[in-house]
């Protein structure tokens, strides 16, 4: 059983930046992908960035490129997700999820076995 929390989350201003962490407790985390998704009330879970287990591969939402970087510390057993420029839009439940060596970056919700509770990000205008 993997326990995944995530922390970074708050408030801040459109244009800001805020980097978001997820911690995991399995001493095995470099052999997990992992992804961050996000959930803004009364919409589905989005994917949001993922990476694999051996740092090869990395996708993003389209929604993200270019502004969201997703990096992972083997040492720390640590995901991060660098989010900057942010806007309203972005605002919602930031959850973190991992799955055991995949070849490729899982981007549907389904495709991890393992989550997070989640951190809260609000962008204001």
């Known amino acids: 059983q993997v326990h995944l929390v995530e922390s970074g989350g708050g408030l801040v201003q459109a244009g800001g930046s805020l980097r978001l962490s997820c911690a995991a407790s399995?001493?095995?985390?470099?052999?997990?992908?992992m992804g961050w998704f996000r959930q803004a009330p009364g919409k589905e879970r989005e994917f949001v960035a993922g990476?694999?287990?051996?740092?090869?591969?990395?996708r993003y939402a389209d929604s993200v490129k270019g502004r969201f970087t997703i990096s992972r510390d083997n040492a720390k057993n640590t995901v991060y997700l660098q989010m900057n420029s942010l806007n309203p839009e972005d605002t919602a439940l930031y959850y973190c999820?991992?799955?055991?060596?995949?070849?490729?970056?899982?981007?549907?919700?389904?495709?991890?076995?393992?989550w997070g509770q989640g951190t809260q990000v609000a962008v204001s205008s």
């Open positions: 999820a991992g799955k055991l060596r995949t070849l490729a970056v899982p981007t549907r919700f389904t495709g991890y076995d393992y």
């Open positions: 990476i694999t287990w051996s740092g090869g591969s990395i």
């Open positions: 399995e001493r095995t985390f470099s052999s997990y992908s």
